[in-house]
């Protein structure tokens, strides 16, 4: 069992662009910053640049609000060009209240917004997520395993709120490599008690150890986590998410 786990920030990533190559951009960074991959690190990326290189980019000068997104716009008090995007990137509104729009995305994530940000990007304009997240970790990593050699698990990340909790932070929504759960069901605990319901979200639990290099103003949207064992296995972010005959809140 490991004892000590690294978070190394990859410095030096440049702006990504639509188009860029992200896999061959963390290659470059990392040997700039004379970083070596090992068998068995973990790779977390943070969405936006994914999004970035991926075009997943849209211009609100773009946009031409329904009258549905006007109205939600006029009650909330937000642009109505964004709600219209939120609305088209929705497979349905959960929640909307104080401001605030909980919706379920296509790829079925239960988060604020649908993921549409306008934080760093250019004025304007706003992100959305990736529209397969797991295919994009694992297009990185075969590209990875064939540039250096070895076997890399890569995770993409975003920052999600919480229910009943303050803050944000980082969570799985790509996966590829690792198990995304680790299931303690049916060992023994120090005490000898039969373990009932313990699974644990291995893929969230890495994607917010690297939030706490990212930061938000770090400039820092990739690292390696280091000294974790995992069992390598094709991977998917969808495991983690909750199926509806089991969701008590729906």
């Known amino acids: 069992m490991e004892s000590t786990i690294q978070i190394i920030g990859i410095e030096g990533l ?3 662009r639509p188009g860029d190559d992200v896999a061959e951009q963390v290659l470059r960074a990392a040997a700039q910053a004379g970083l070596t991959f090992q068998q068995g690190d973990v790779l977390v990326i943070a969405q936006k640049i994914i999004s970035k290189a991926e075009g997943r980019l849209v211009s609100l000068n773009d946009i031409e609000p329904s009258e549905f997104a006007r109205a939600i716009a006029t009650t909330m008090n937000k642009d109505a060009r964004i709600v219209e995007i939120v609305l088209r990137e929705s497979k349905r509104i959960v929640r909307m209240d104080r401001n605030v729009m909980i919706v379920e995305t296509h790829h079925g994530f ?14 304007g304009w706003v992100s959305l997520l990736p529209r397969d997240p797991d295919g994009s970790a694992a297009r ?5 395993a064939q540039a250096v050699g070895i076997d890399l698990a890569v995770i993409i990340s975003d920052t999600f ?31 000898g008690y039969i373990l009932q319901a313990s699974v644990v979200a291995i893929a969230d639990e890495l994607a917010a150890a690297a939030g706490l290099v990212f930061g938000k103003t770090n400039g820092i949207p990739a690292a390696v ?8 296995a094709l991977g998917s972010a969808k ?12």
Do not use: K
């Not at 239960?110 to 004025?123: E, K, L």
């Not at 990185?140 to 990875?144: A, E, G, K």
């Open 161 to 191: 709120g919480r229910p009943w909790r303050q803050g944000l932070v980082e969570v799985a929504i790509g996966v590829a490599g690792l198990h995304p759960l680790m299931d303690y069901r049916g060992l023994q605990d120090s005490y």
């Open 239 to 250: 495991t983690l998410l909750r199926p509806a005959d089991r969701d008590l809140f729906r």
């Open 110 to 123: 239960v988060c604020a917004n649908a993921g549409v940000d306008q934080s760093n990007v250019a004025g």
């Open 140 to 144: 990185i990593r075969q590209q990875l």
């Open 14 to 16: 440049p702006e990504i």
């Open 225 to 232: 986590i280091r000294g974790y064992r995992f069992t390598p």
